[in-house]
């Protein structure tokens, strides 16, 4: 039988301390009854995780249509056209999560027609549960790829996908790679079931989202 290993005498003395100055705060007691009542706190995470990942998405088709990334003078100078960006805007797009505040770059001819999120469109059909299906690592890189060619239902170039493709998932690794505390004194979990294509059918999989609360609430 398998030994327990005992908690340290000076760990626990630790932790007992800070479980008392919790419950000694008013403002964090009143948000731990908050987050545990609320059910919208987990669709909060998840329409960062949208917003972040779709923007990055909509900027990679920009490189696209233009023929260079961001930034890239070198490359842009190269191309000869007078095409170019211009700013940006942001649109509120209802998901299944609640509604997402994206941010569309412009270009200065006014071609740009985004299709992750078309023009006109005020929401991201099955792209929402695609990405959350990314950042729950329940697709392949392959699917991911073909299930966005598919919510898209536009014929646009491999090369176009897959650099949308690309964009979202270092947006996912940049999250999955982010430096977290030590320590987290309230810890949430929960799951979100979600629809992903897994060997040409349709199947239900979980998103298991975990929301710590550090020690400045």
Same mark, same amino acid.
């Not at 700013?87 to 569309?104: C, H, R």
């Not at 549960?129 to 646009?156: E, F, K, N, P």
């Not at 964009?167 to 987290?184: C, H, K, P, S, T």
């Given at each position: 039988m398998?030994?327990?290993? %005992? ?6 003395a630790?932790? %007992? ?9 008013p403002?964090?007691?009143k948000l ?22 779709v ?17 890239d003078?070198?490359? =842009? ?6 095409n /170019?960006?211009?700013?940006? &805007?942001?649109? %509120?797009?209802?998901?299944n /999560?609640?509604? $997402? ?15 992750? $999120?078309? =023009?006109? !469109?005020?929401?991201?059909t099955? $792209? ?6 990314? &950042? ?8 991911i ?11 646009? !170039?491999?090369?176009?996908? !897959?650099?949308v ?6 947006e996912v ?22 629809? $992903? ?8 999989k !979980?998103? &298991? ?9």
């Amino acid at each position: 039988m398998d030994s327990v290993a %005992k908690r340290d005498p000076e760990d626990s003395a630790k932790i %007992k301390a800070i479980e008392q100055r919790l419950l000694a705060n008013p403002e964090i007691a009143k948000l731990i009854d908050e987050l545990g009542t609320t059910a919208t706190d987990a669709n909060d995470l998840v329409r960062g995780l949208l917003q972040a990942s779709v923007t990055r998405g909509l900027e990679a088709e920009m490189d696209a249509h233009l023929g260079y990334s961001k930034g890239d003078r070198e490359a =842009k100078s190269a191309g000869g056209g007078d095409n /170019y960006r211009n700013g940006s &805007y942001v649109k %509120k797009v209802d998901s299944n /999560y609640g509604p $997402v505040d994206v941010t569309v770059p412009r270009d200065r001819q006014g071609t740009f027609l985004p299709t992750m $999120v078309p =023009k006109g !469109s005020r929401r991201l059909t099955d $792209v929402d549960d695609m990405i959350i299906s990314l &950042y729950a690592g329940g697709m392949t890189v392959r699917d991911i790829q073909h299930h966005m060619a598919t919510a898209m239902r536009v014929d646009i !170039s491999h090369e176009t996908i !897959s650099a949308v493709t690309d964009a979202v998932l270092d947006e996912v690794m940049i999250w999955q790679n982010r430096q977290l505390d030590e320590f987290y004194p309230v810890i949430f979990l929960d799951a979100l079931r979600i629809k $992903v294509r897994d060997g040409g059918r349709v199947v239900n999989k !979980s998103a &298991y989202l975990v929301i710590g609360v550090d020690m400045d609430g």
